[in-house]
């Protein structure tokens, strides 16, 4: 792809205007389920925040303009009868607008400002500049005019009030008027202009046509999604800031922007083979704060790192084809900090997640499995389950390969027999010949569910006995709609369209359960579950889950975790194609 083709249109009302490294977007939505008339400088910084609200004018009447959006990836546009403006990102903290005929407002999203809160207006003289100051990022926002004029409205207002400017063209209507707005900390020099607007936005479509050249080389006429798959990802990437030590794809721009301990792992994956830099970033991301006991954490965003609950030990079957998809090959400096790390994630489940004299780690909320209100919780929450042992089996056996990798042939052995017995009791202890239970830890009570959750030892693999894997093939084909795999079976009464884990389509159990079923030998059931969730996103997007039995978009409706597991498949399907 080249600049000459500026990558697919997407609407902003679904996936924000952004750019690789950039810890704000521009977007409508400005809150969960909130979402606003007029786009929105948005900030990842501190959360999110809407900051700057970015509203087009008539220019005979002041008033606001009818405008159609247009987005695609390095060019957003308002396109009125009688004018346009453009916004391209200059470099991650900077945006240039542009705008003919059409004047634009650029004004505080917030209009009370108190000692604590909101965001404050002023001139800055030394700078010669506009800046808006942010309570709530913690952050100044400044709008350097570079041709045209200003007209500033609440300057150095308190308490209730609009604050900000309008540009417009200047004595020639018929001119550009122009502005520059950076993201900065304190301070920084007045901006200079040193490229045009044209080369503005050529580097950034370069930018991102290198990017997807890089990521979906694969792509073709049968993969649609994969160059929009790739924007999402491209978009939601941040730079190191704070508590985020690495280049990291942030769950999404909207209000999901955070990274949560196993979504990093699909997104590194998607990645490994063009980006194999980035990918190894987002697999160790989450370990840069992993506790002493091993335990990792919930989630890490730009200053929060939460810790009261955790994510399921996935990262073993992650690391193991990271390895596979990477490039160039992990050195030897780079498997032992992995196993080191992966050791300790370990230990951290067979010690404070195992009950005295267990065999099984059990978790102690729906939310360490990552399916939070799946319905295998109903009965309780403190439960061993046989997907954690399933994950835990496999991060055992990549435990066991790295040794021997290592040259550790004692650990290799150790980790091997560990793999072994928890396997075995995960089969003697939950299996009960048509299907796996859970048991409470406090009530040794079992049950089972409708739930696909119940399913998950699917992705043990060749690692099944046959006699399991089909009757587990058997039961996740009754999930499988039209659109993919439902999490709770659609004639459950416990199923909802829109309730989260107990029933919506989601890309994690989609790429697990797929890869399971493929190592199983079940290739039939695996190929139909890829081409039905691709084409799930080729028609709806990428969105956080899907309504099962219409297809629909659910939720944070930019989310990478889809995007890459979107990529994974379309990747996997096009060499098996081309073979």
């Known amino acids: 792809m080249t600049a000459d083709r500026p990558g697919p249109d997407f609407s902003v009302d679904d996936i924000p205007f952004s ?11 400005v809150a969960e389920k909130a979402r606003a008339e007029d786009l929105h400088l948005v900030s990842h910084q501190n959360g999110m925040h809407a900051v700057l609200r970015l509203m087009p004018l008539d220019a005979a009447t002041g008033e606001r303009a009818e405008t159609r959006v247009r987005a695609r ?5 308002w396109v009125g009868a009688t004018g346009r403006i453009d916004l391209a990102y200059e470099s991650p903290d900077t945006v240039r607008l542009r705008g003919t005929g059409m004047p634009l407002r650029v004004s505080a999203a917030a209009r009370t400002l108190t000692p604590f809160s909101g965001t404050y207006f002023f001139r ?13 990022t913690g952050r100044r926002y400044r709008v350097t005019v570079l041709s045209g004029t200003a007209d ?5 207002a308190l308490g209730d009030a609009d604050r900000g400017l309008t540009v417009a063209a200047g004595s020639d209507a018929g001119e550009p008027w122009e502005i520059a707005v950076e993201e900065l900390d304190t301070a920084r020099p007045a901006y200079a202009s040193t490229v045009t607007f044209g080369k503005v936005v050529e580097t950034a479509r370069n930018s991102f046509a290198d990017f997807v050249d890089r990521v979906a080389p694969w792509r073709s006429a049968a993969t649609p999604a994969a160059e929009l798959a790739a924007y999402v990802l491209w978009s939601a990437t941040v730079r190191p800031v704070a508590l985020v030590t690495r280049a990291a794809v942030l769950m999404s721009k909207h209000w999901m922007d955070k990274v949560w301990s196993w979504d990093h792992c699909f997104n590194a994956l998607a990645l490994a083979p063009g980006h194999p830099e980035l990918a190894w970033d987002q697999f160790h991301l989450p370990f840069d704060h992993q506790d002493e006991t091993g335990a990792l954490p919930d989630s890490v965003t730009h200053s929060e790192v939460l810790r009261n609950f955790v994510k399921p030990p996935i990262h073993g079957w992650a690391f193991g084809h990271l390895r596979r998809r990477l490039t160039t090959p992990p050195g030897r400096a780079e498997l032992a900090e992995t196993y080191d790390r992966l050791e300790r994630w370990t230990d951290f489940w067979l010690t404070a997640r195992r009950a005295p004299g267990a065999a099984l780690p ?8 990552g399916w939070d209100n799946a319905t295998t919780f109903d009965p309780e929450r403190v439960v061993v389950t046989a997907d954690l042992a399933a994950f835990l089996v496999l991060q055992l056996r990549e435990l066991a390969d790295l040794a021997t990798r290592l040259d550790r042939p004692d650990a290799a052995r150790r980790w091997t027999r560990a793999a072994e017995t928890t396997q075995a ?29 119940d399913l998950m030892p699917i992705v043990l693999g060749e690692h099944l006995p046959e006699e399991v894997s089909g009757v587990l093939a058997a039961r996740i084909e009754a999930h499988l709609t039209p659109y993919g795999l439902a999490t709770e079976v659609t004639t459950s009464p416990h199923y909802l369209s829109d309730g989260y884990w107990r029933g919506p389509i989601w890309a994690p159990a989609t790429v697990l359960i797929e890869d399971g079923l493929r190592r199983a030998g079940h290739r039939r059931l695996a190929d139909e579950i890829s081409v039905r ?12 889950n899907f309504d099962a039995l219409t297809g629909t978009g659910l939720r944070d409706r930019a989310y990478t975790w889809t995007a890459a597991s979107y990529l994974l498949l379309a990747e996997a399907h096009a060499h098996r194609d081309g073979n």
Request: charged letters at 20%; glycine letters at 10%.
């Open 152 to 156: 500033t409205f609440g300057a150095q």
């Open 73 to 77: 990836p390095g060019l957003l546009s």
């Open 425 to 453: 009791a995960m089969l003697d202890e939950l299996w009960k010949g048509d299907r796996f239970v859970a048991r409470a830890v406090d009530s040794g009570d079992t049950w089972d569910s409708a739930g696909l959750l």
């Open 124 to 136: 800055d003289a030394a700078a010669d500049a506009y800046v808006f100051t942010s309570y709530e």
């Open 362 to 369: 059990h978790y102690q909320h729906g939310n360490d499995s």
């Open 19 to 29: 750019t690789y490294g950039s810890w704000f977007g521009i977007s409508p939505v």
């Open 533 to 544: 969730f691709r084409a799930l996103c080729e028609a709806h997007g990428f969105a956080e």
